[in-house]
Nanobody, 126 residues
Framework: QLHLVESGGGSAHSGGSLRLSCVASGFSLDYYAVGWFRQAPGKEREGVSCISSNGESIKYADSVKGRFTISRDNAKNTVALQMDNLRPDDTADYFC???????????????????WGQGTRVTVSS
């Protein structure tokens, strides 16, 4: 079976940092773009960042540019999201997702993604 599992969520104060990890099992991420998405209470899910399968193309939502960094290690079948300078409005459930795509494609369209993890909660207090 194909699974994505997120970890690394938790609580932080404003200005703090957290690092999320997404590990795939049952398939190789080598040919998949991987995205991070989040859903805050009462709000729709939104795209946060995406990295292409070859790691050369990256997209960020405007709200996280300069604060979050996405990276991948295909040898470990893992994608990470380093979140720095956290703010209370970063509070949400964070999900990783994968879509099979050409090597340089990075997208944030939720409907395009085929496989989803169960999510990890991030809470940022002021």
């Amino acid at each position: 079976q194909l699974h994505l599992v997120e970890s690394g969520g938790g609580s932080a104060h404003s200005g703090g940092s957290l690092r999320l990890s997404c590990v795939a099992s049952g398939f190789s991420l080598d040919y998949y773009a991987v995205g991070w998405f989040r859903q805050a209470p009462g709000k729709e899910r939104e795209g946060v960042s995406c990295i292409s399968s070859n790691g050369e193309s990256i997209k960020y939502a405007d709200s996280v540019k300069g604060r979050f960094t996405i990276s991948r290690d295909n040898a470990k079948n893992t994608v990470a999201l380093q979140m720095d300078n956290l703010r209370p409005d970063d509070t949400a459930d964070y999900f990783c997702a994968a879509v099979q795509a050409d090597a340089t494609i990075a997208i944030l369209q939720i409907a395009a993604f085929e496989f989803w993890g169960q999510g990890t909660r991030v809470t940022v207090s002021s």
